[in-house]
């Protein structure tokens, strides 16, 4: 589905995002990924390798647009083009407000948010220049009714939905599609390591009777990413089993 396809997927040494960066070479794409450090880009690139899947690796700093920028043009003369972007790094926040410090609340912001723009801004100006591009980014279930406690993520996640919206509007006229992937609960490290008494309660409160795996949301990006979803842009599609609140 992506054959000739370039693309960058932010976040993409575990989780989510490294799920997607194996659907993505599945499906025929070259691929980018970014990940915050040199050794955690390598292991996932050395084990990615096994897998026979062949991708290329950066760690730049997201709040360095300069960084960015410098990255960015470097794949370009590489591969000639960038057709899609996933911003996927995030992190998440919990406690209440009285609890989170300003710095803590900048940080969730500067990545979840900031970020985004950055790699954004970096690789338009080249799918502007052929003609086409799909820009994803990773929201989240919170983005819609918010969550009651750690303030900073569904802030950033809301803002997610904004920049989305706003970029799919802003860029349509140059053939640009930009989404977002909104997860649920999904199966990672993160909720793996969560008590059984924690976690049988959530899964009761998710409709379809299951958390998500990595591979559906990577499938969701898969489709977002194909010319099947062609005419789809501005649009922030919800992967949660109807786990909405
Ligand atoms: P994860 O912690 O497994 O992966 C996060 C990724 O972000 C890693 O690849 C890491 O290298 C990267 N990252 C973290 N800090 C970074 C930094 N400072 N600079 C650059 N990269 C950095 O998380 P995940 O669960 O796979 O989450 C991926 C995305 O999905 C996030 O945006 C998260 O908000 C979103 N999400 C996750 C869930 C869930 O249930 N797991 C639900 C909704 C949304």
Redesign the pocket.
């Known amino acids: 589905m992506l054959e000739k396809k370039v693309a960058i997927i932010?976040?993409?040494?575990?989780?989510?995002?490294?799920e997607t960066v194996k659907v993505f070479k599945e499906n025929k794409a070259s691929v980018i990924l970014?990940?915050?450090?040199e050794e955690?880009v390598n292991k996932a690139i050395d084990m990615l390798k096994k897998e026979g899947l062949e991708v290329t690796g950066y760690?730049p700093?997201?709040n360095n647009y300069k960084e960015i920028e410098k990255v960015v043009e470097e794949i370009q003369n590489q591969y000639g083009h960038i057709d899609i972007l996933v911003n996927?790094?995030?992190?998440?926040s919990k406690g209440p407000i009285e609890n989170i410090t300003s710095e803590e609340f900048k940080k969730i912001m500067d990545?979840?948010v900031n970020?985004m723009f950055n790699v954004s801004k970096a690789v338009i100006p080249y799918m502007k220049e052929n003609g086409s591009g799909v820009i994803l980014n990773?929201?989240?279930?919170?983005s819609i009714y918010g969550q009651p406690s750690g303030v900073g993520?569904p802030t950033s996640?809301f803002a997610v939905n904004g920049m989305t919206k706003s970029l799919a509007r802003e860029l349509a006229p140059f053939n640009i599609r930009v989404n977002a992937v909104?997860?649920?609960?999904?199966n990672?490290?993160?909720?793996k390591n969560l008590p059984k008494e924690v976690i049988e309660p959530l899964i009761k409160t998710i409709p379809l009777g299951r958390m998500?795996e990595?591979r559906d949301?990577a499938n969701a990006f898969l489709f977002l990413a194909s010319n099947m979803a062609d005419y789809i842009t501005g649009v922030v599609l919800s992967v949660d089993g109807a786990a909405r609140s």
């Open positions: 932010t976040g993409g040494t575990r989780g989510i995002g490294l970014f990940g915050s450090r955690t760690y700093d997201l996927n790094a995030g992190i998440s990545l979840n970020a990773t929201s989240s279930m919170v993520y996640k909104a997860p649920g609960v999904i990672t490290d993160m909720v998500g990595v949301i």
